[in-house]
């Protein structure tokens, strides 16, 4: 068994030197990080321990959901270090070669995909932008409390409750639909994902909107501001980044 296999992280440009601080950068399981070069593009890789690393072990690994989220965190710290010195395409968690000349192999015959995707990103940033529906303050008015019955009210009051709810939420979601408008139209490329659950999101209230997208560094601050002022009554926003553009130029490779 040979002493190490590679683990990919990305496809960078080769650098015209490389970079100082390269060295001090650990990637998974504290290792090293390091760059295969092959023309004009860099593989970003570290050696592994075959015997971890191996397709059985990963196997095994990937349904460990601790272990995945050690790697998880590392392999996205990698991809973020290195994205602050230019555009870098993320391959897909734990994708592992045998050796240095299969990647090598790999930067060669994909190069013009390789190429156009660190185009598609370079000067770009990813930004994501929540949107959540605002919970309706509990009507309190007397039509609404005061009935001779008082099941009768319980009743009038539950289905007003009901009703401003899903008329807040139409509300919301009419809203969040006119700030993806607005937020397309500075941003380059948007890429839509489903709501989180709140358990997910960390949010008590419905998320109407989840959407990535891709913006220029002179758009960043026009983005801020447009964020700013769409927030609503019936809507709040939560903005994040700027990140790595894994929702633009994620690289699904294997070995």
Known sequence: MAD?????????????EEPADEHVLAGVDGVPVRRIVSGDLAAVVSSVDPTRFS?????????????LERIARAHNAVVTAVARSGPVAPVRLATVYLDDENVRRLLDERASEFTAALDRIRGRAEWGVKGFAVRAEADTSPQATEESKPGTAYLMRRRAERDRAARGLQDAAEAAEAVHRAVSAVAVASRRYQPQDPRLSGRREEMVLNVAYLVDEAGAEVLRGLVERQQGESLRLELTGPWAPYSFATLEEGP
Do not use: K, N
């Open 4 to 16: 190490s296999v590679v683990y990919l992280y990305a496809v960078t440009d080769a650098p015209a």
């Open 55 to 67: 397709e059985e072990a990963l196997r095994r690994s990937l349904e460990d959901l601790q272990w």
